[in-house]
């Protein structure tokens, strides 16, 4: 193909994929070099998600957590060494909560043998996340996610703490962290309905929610004090199901448990202080169909952001340490 048409090329599947910040990522990325990555991809994390929907809650919140920090390139995935001891995965945010890590491994190790050497780790989370969504909203989330992604060398704790906002952050606070990653106020509420999969500590949310004073149903605050003690502890803190109404389904709940003063986080309880962002809480919850087409549009976005598609990047041959 000629130079003009590859750039053609790559501007259409941008746009098809609906990101603006597609960096030289491309659909269907890998056809001439590894035709069958997805596909292996999505056998793998079937085999995972159907045994535990949970593992497919912690695939989706590792990409978040991903992005996030140095861009979409694979540094969470990054096991600590002598020579960097405390890398992202260690980070307060991350341990032990974070998820799905097995999942990745076997997925990379899967391509390995097929395709050794052309497929990044960094585009098998993003591959991941996207058909744990899909198989978890019952094929009702189709997210057309671009490859061309390459993998980080830098992971530390500090970052992770630096970049991944808070479960205690208001409305304003929200908007401005995803500002910093170049996504709007919409972007951010629609990706917070990821929290409508997974589980959380309860050290995560109760001095915020249930010991303090806050917005939260009376009923379901009484719930949350059976099953959290009043100071969790490292050896005493229980995990409660973000979504108590559909807990493994990838679905709109999320919104209406938000408008029901039903969820866990402060920062999830924030989006109705603003009108703007209280009214997109009301379209998701209450139109058919709304929250999965704007998540599959907002993923794409998210998933670009900060991506390494040339120098400081490479292809790890092992996800967990550089080459």
Known sequence: MAASGMKLAMAVACALALASACHGLQLGYYKQSCPRVEAIVRDEVKKFVYKDAGIGAGLIRLV?????VEGCDG???????????????LSP??????????VI???KDAVEKVCPGV???ADIVAFAARDAAYFLSRFKVKINVPGGRLDGRRSLDSDA???LPPPNFNVNQLIGAFAAKGLDAEDMVVLSGAHTVGRSHCSSFVSDRVAAPSDINGGFANFLKQRCPANPTSSNDPTVNQDAVTPNAFDNQYYKNVEAHKVLFASDAALLTSPATAKMVSDNANIPGWWEDKFAKAFVKMAS????????GEIRRHCRVVN
């Open 119 to 121: 497929v990044s780790c």
């Open 93 to 102: 945010p991350n341990f032990p909560s974070l998820r799905g890590f097995e």
């Open 305 to 312: 952001v900060g991506v390494k598609t040339g120098y400081p």
């Open 105 to 107: 491994d076997a997925a």
């Open 64 to 68: 978040f957590h991903d992005c996030f």
């Open 161 to 163: 703490l630096n970049n």
């Open 75 to 89: 540094s969470v995935l990054l096991d600590p060494t002598p020579a960097n001891p405390k890398p992202e995965k």
